[in-house]
């Protein structure tokens, strides 16, 4: 019912800032909560971010608070990641995913659709 396009990853020393962008089409983004996770090699894939339909609400992991910011255009279908003082450990493939609900889970499994995640490396 959607597709997801992420974009922005790239190499970035520590301490420095990079924007993510999700592009959803098929449905407008307005139609579900959107949240960034990540995976590094040999982890779990682990939560980053959530934003509700209206934008209004969102919520952090502890490890990127006060660091990253998740926004959203949906008038443009597209969600942000904004990530400040970068460290090495965010090094990992960020991906985008869509939920049904008006509120973003924590959970990967209440996540519908998924982007195809985009590299991000942060060197020392």
């Known amino acids: 019912q959607v597709q997801l396009v992420e974009s922005g990853g790239e190499l970035v020393q520590a301490g420095g800032s990079l924007r993510l962008s999700c592009a959803v089409s098929?449905?407008?983004?307005?139609?579900?909560?959107m949240g960034w996770f990540r995976q590094a090699p040999g982890k779990e894939r682990e939560f980053v971010a959530a934003?509700?339909?209206?934008?209004?609400?969102?919520n952090y992991a502890d490890s990127v608070k006060g660091r990253f910011t998740i926004s959203r255009d949906n008038a443009k279908n597209t969600v942000y990641l904004q990530m400040n003082s970068l460290k090495p450990e965010d090094t990992a493939v960020y991906y985008c995913?869509?939920?049904?609900?008006?509120?973003?889970?924590?959970?990967?499994?209440?996540?519908?659709?998924w982007g195809q995640g985009t590299q991000v490396t942060v060197s020392s």
């Open positions: 934003i509700s339909r209206g934008g209004v609400n969102t």
């Open positions: 995913a869509a939920s049904q609900r008006v509120y973003g889970s924590t959970r990967p499994a209440e996540y519908g659709y």
């Open positions: 098929g449905r407008t983004a307005s139609s579900y909560a």
